[in-house]
């Protein structure tokens, strides 16, 4: 499959969602750089609503729908920040949002998403099971699929973080993304083409999960039986679509093992006083740990979310304090 | 005692230590509000150098020595924000920096302080002891003692925060702050002042640890022997010329339990994505929770640090991750 999208689809998602969006920071560290040697830009979209950069590719779908298509509603199969994402968007726009959700996702996801007003659809931990009842769902209901990264919307709305933060920062001459079912990145990879002298796109991937490092490297998509990462927006198989333009825009894709995960995002909570998720991680590593054999460079990276369920936290800190 | 400080002070506090310090923003979320009934603006000192508000004291107290106090250094005893921020003002300016510190502190304390430069200076855990060592440290060396709140250069530098906050949203119709030596608080009120139209300045403080609540209300000062809570930050006792100004010019303080704490400060980190340290969460309790019986007002919140040791959390996530 080639690639469907031109760049300039990034700059009409932008401002086809900039009223509904949060425009979020951009951060920069002392303490970071000095460990990076290099200067660093965390997109912070950690800052998004719903808590996640999803909500970009979300709203960019469910805007562009007819009002026959609202009438019918929008279905989506997801039990991470795709699902909380979406469910906003389609309360925003006031049509209707169902979640195929399997019945072994946490009851903190299944609340989350119900909390803007989705309803869940239960089905069997499987994939086949997911398919057929997003099928069975379109057949009842006439819902329209929103998937959550193979699918030009979405990749379009995703790419308007980056092509923010080369608004903010236009002189980069690197952009890391995370990279799981390939979202985020395809679309980063087209909106650095906007910019007047593009920075390099590097995927960042779990070694426990490096299916998209693969199939760079071997040129066609190759799907891993058992991703195993801490990092979980991050254990889906790479898009068709999106692979097509990662294998033809991005430059690189590195991995980072689980310690650098975990070290990453210990890091930027306790010097940066953010919270993030392991996925955002992925690509603050590669800077932090200096993967990337390049110095007094600006390095932008994609901060993909914040939503970590800290109740074990929490609990233990309820407790102490008693 | 009578105030000592008038509030023009704070004005000359920010104009001396403005070059030095992080100018924090202002944050704030419409699930925040909706769940207070109010507008909330959450003065983020959490982002400030060194983690906390602390370093505007520090900085304050520390940029007003002669050049010939600087070659003789400073000297504290703290255990906490101060010591870090002390030490880090120290640094700036180039003088050296004794921190009198318990032996039964935590590690990573005592590491965090190393880590700017200041030398640690052991000590047995008890007040006398304290004390003694501070004695001595200035005997042998001349130090200048610079206290952590009981200090008129701190308490003008601690109000600086709610200055940047009146600069930013003018109209507030009062302030919350957490209440435990009262540098903090005593700075805000004196703040407040030079409003055009002086918001309400309210302590919050841990029903555990409420020596500021019983001295406000009996009109003395009076000590309470165990402070128990998880706020560390506020187990201090109110200082004297804390306690003048707190008495002049704050309108109510008031207690939040220790669930309170937890609640607001997981409200924070899951919802606004920021990592705040218990203390912190005690001034956001009281909006969160409806405990001013006022809506549609402007309340501003000072935020006072992101400390929090989550060692326990990593980990978990580490071992969880293998």
């Not at 946490?106 to 869940?120: D, F, L, M, N």
Request: charged share 25%; proline share 6%; aromatic share 4%.
């Amino acid at each position: 499959m080639n690639e469907t999208i031109p760049p300039n689809a990034i700059r009409e998602a932008l401002d086809r969602i900039r009223p509904h969006i949060h425009r979020t920071p951009v951060l920069t560290s002392r303490t970071l750089d000095a460990e990076a040697g290099n200067s660093v830009f965390l997109k912070c979209e950690n800052f998004q609503r719903a808590g996640a950069f999803k909500f970009r590719g979300a709203c960019n779908a469910v805007s562009q729908l007819t009002a026959e298509e609202r009438r019918r509603g929008v279905v989506t199969h997801s039990s991470g920040n795709h699902a909380q994402a979406l469910a906003l968007a389609a309360r925003l726009f006031g049509t209707a949002c169902r979640v195929v959700m399997p019945t072994n996702a946490p009851a903190v996801k299944r609340q989350a998403t119900e909390s803007y007003g989705a309803t869940i659809v239960p089905c069997e931990p499987t994939l086949e099971a997911r398919l057929a009842t997003v099928e069975r769902v379109i057949a009842e209901t006439g819902a329209v699929h929103i998937p959550p990264y193979d699918d030009d919307r979405i990749i379009a709305g995703q790419g308007t973080a980056a092509l923010e933060l080369l608004e903010d920062v236009p002189e980069l001459d690197c952009i890391l993304a995370p990279v799981g079912g390939g979202g985020l990145l395809s679309g980063t990879a087209l909106a650095a083409q906007l910019a007047a002298k593009p920075p390099a796109v590097i995927g960042c991937e779990p070694a426990g999960a490096d299916d998209a490092h693969r199939s760079f490297y071997a040129g066609v998509r190759v799907e891993r039986a058992t991703p195993r990462t801490i990092a979980d927006g991050l254990r889906t198989t790479l898009g068709v679509r999106n692979f097509a333009i990662i294998r033809a825009r991005v430059r690189d894709i590195v991995l980072v093992t689980e310690e650098e995960i975990v070290e990453a995002m210990r890091f930027v909570w306790e010097r940066m006083k953010i919270v993030i998720e392991p996925s955002s991680a992925v690509a603050v590593a590669p800077a932090l740990f200096r993967k990337l054999k390049v110095s007094d460079q600006k390095i932008g990276v994609i901060v993909s979310g914040g939503n970590v369920d800290a109740r074990a936290l929490f609990e233990r800190l309820r407790q102490g304090s008693a």
